[in-house]
């Protein structure tokens, strides 16, 4: 594989990613509070971290550790903010490299 | 290119469950010349490694299906000399200090920068090559030693001697000397020329084990009895019996607890030991050798070490030289570690510019030999072509010499002149740290901060 396709792998696969993330979070936006399953939730505030920094997206990662750390200590007021913030985040985040990705 | 072995498909275990990101550490492996094996999950991890046995594995804590720390632990019970490089996001580093606490080589926060997590695998996998260069055969022997005592100085000529004389003995032997300056590998030259060369050679780093676990890894653990008519579960081995026959070598003794020193005390005396947890009195043969980055003397008359320990221990003592006492020993060694380092990184580099020499001559090397080996990485990792040249050496080296010249014209001064606050800072925990043999629990007691401090800044240099 060349530079270029390698880089095109590499954007397309963190954008599915960002998408899996996406669609993780918004499915625990919309279910009622008390079905919130806050372990998953945790994993993927984790996960997106971990994607988000390595991206330079670093104020998406900031956000994903703050909701990491409300689910570990089941910060359910934080979460009440910090959950629809981290899911439009990642949105935007999936949205600008599917731009990047067009450009090339 | 890295060493031939380190390139099979079954040397190194990748397991991270993000598909980008296990394709982007992938990419720059394969680019460094690795051929890494992949798993996503815990499971996956588990049954590749029983499979393949690879010996380095780079570890994420945070995996779908199981804890990363009990994963490392399985790994670590089926082949305990795996080098494990556990990953980690920024703030969770916490897991990374209990990993390494729990027998991690070493651990990365994400983002990973490439030359740091090349820098790791390279270092875990140049570990195992010296430890299996020390248990093969005669030649690797020698080589070994040949390695360990390069050098022709007078104050490397009297170690020779005295490692001579104390080989053929069985009585304990105590090396002293600064950090760096090859403490381990003179515990093992005095294994290779002892009868019991053939045996294994364990060792056991007091300071970089948790303590509350440290009874458990020098004495070993029997687990309790399960329920009738099941069979008792197999004894954990500690490092005293795994030393059985060979040498055992303990660093840093001094950071055992009162009460695990008089536990060692009785083994000393009686040649046996009672596993934790069990009641039975193991009889082992076991030659030991012990270090200590601070003088044991002075550990003793501060209430540190107890007084009977340290007379039963304090029997033979070698003293490891400082670099900077062995005159033009360090152009022998520095050709040495070049060419290997060279080797490693798939880079040319076979010599040094005149300057360079020179300048090695009049350095201080706090960190003595390896100090030596991170300047040259250093060069090798960052710089092209085949001489290394001065501008190529780290920044901070012409303070060192400064350091050296200006002494007692407030050198402080001089060493820090130009570097910010947080520069400053790095400097001294990092120099901390290696004065005691990379304990990190030991330099933040006497820098007089909280360890998770040191953690929490190594964390933000990796970072920067």
Known sequence: MGGSELRGALLAQVQLDLNRCHDALTATLHAPEQDRDLLALCKTAHEVKGLAATIGAFTLAETAMRAELACTSQDVAALAYLLPELTTQTAQAGTALAALAKED | ?464
């Open chain 2, 1 to 464: 290119m890295p060493h031939q072995q380190d390139g099979t498909a079954h040397g190194l275990l990748l397991v991270e469950d993000t598909p980008s990101l296990q394709m982007l550490y992938a990419t720059v492996l394969r680019k460094a010349g690795y051929k890494p094996m992949l798993a996503a999950s815990g499971a996956e991890a588990l049954t590749k490694f029983a499979e393949h046995r690879p010996r380095v594995v780079l570890l994420d804590l945070m995996l779908p299906d199981a804890d990363g720390l009990m994963v490392m632990r399985e790994i670590l019970e089926l082949q305990p000399e795996t080098r494990i490089i556990v990953i980690t996001a920024n703030g969770s580093v916490n897991n990374a200090i209990e990993a390494t606490r729990e027998g991690a080589h070493d651990f990365l926060v994400k983002p990973l920068g490439d030359i740091r997590m090349i820098g790791a695998v390279a270092s875990a996998f140049a570990e195992l090559r010296e430890d299996v260069s020390l248990t093969i055969d005669e030649a690797s022997r020698s080589d070994a030693l040949d390695r360990a005592f390069m050098g022709r100085s007078v104050a490397m000529q009297e170690v020779h001697s005295r490692i001579a004389a104390v080989a053929a003995s069985t009585a304990p032997v105590f090396i002293l000397g600064e950090s760096g300056t090859g403490k381990e590998m003179c515990a093992r030259a005095v294994h290779l020329k002892s009868a019991r060369a053939a045996q294994r050679f364990v060792t056991l780093n007091c300071s970089a084990t948790d303590p509350e676990r440290l009874e458990i890894e020098l004495f070993g653990q029997s687990p309790p009895k399960s329920g009738r008519g099941q069979a008792q579960s197999q004894v954990r081995a500690g490092a005293v019996a795994q030393a059985d026959g060979g040498t055992l070598f303990v660093q840093n003794i001094q950071d055992m607890s009162p009460d695990l020193q008089a536990a060692f005390l009785r083994f000393l005396q009686r040649s046996s030991f009672t596993p934790v947890g069990d009641t039975r009195q193991i009889k082992v043969d076991v030659r030991l050798i012990c270090t200590a980055s601070r003088d044991p003397t002075e550990d003793m008359r501060a209430g540190r070490l107890r007084e009977d320990l340290y007379y039963r221990l304090f029997v033979i003592p070698i003293t490891m030289p400082p670099l900077r006492a062995r005159g033009t020993d360090i152009h022998l060694l520095a050709q040495h570690y070049l060419a290997q380092i060279a080797a490693e990184e798939n880079k040319q580099f076979c010599r040094f510019s005149p300057d360079v020499l020179d300048l090695f001559l009049n350095l201080p090397w706090q960190g003595n030999v390896r100090e030596l080996i991170n300047v040259l990485r250093h060069a090798v990792i960052l710089h092209e072509g085949e001489i290394v040249t001065r501008e190529m050496l780290p920044p901070g080296l012409s303070d060192a010499r400064k350091l050296a010249t200006n002494a007692g014209h407030s050198p402080t001064n001089a060493v820090f002149e130009g570097l910010t606050m947080a520069q400053i800072e790095e400097r001294v925990i990092t120099a901390a740290i290696a004065r005691h043999d990379g304990s990190v629990p030991r330099a933040a007691r006497e820098l007089d901060i909280a360890p998770s401090t040191i953690y929490r800044k190594r964390e933000q240099w990796d970072k920067s």
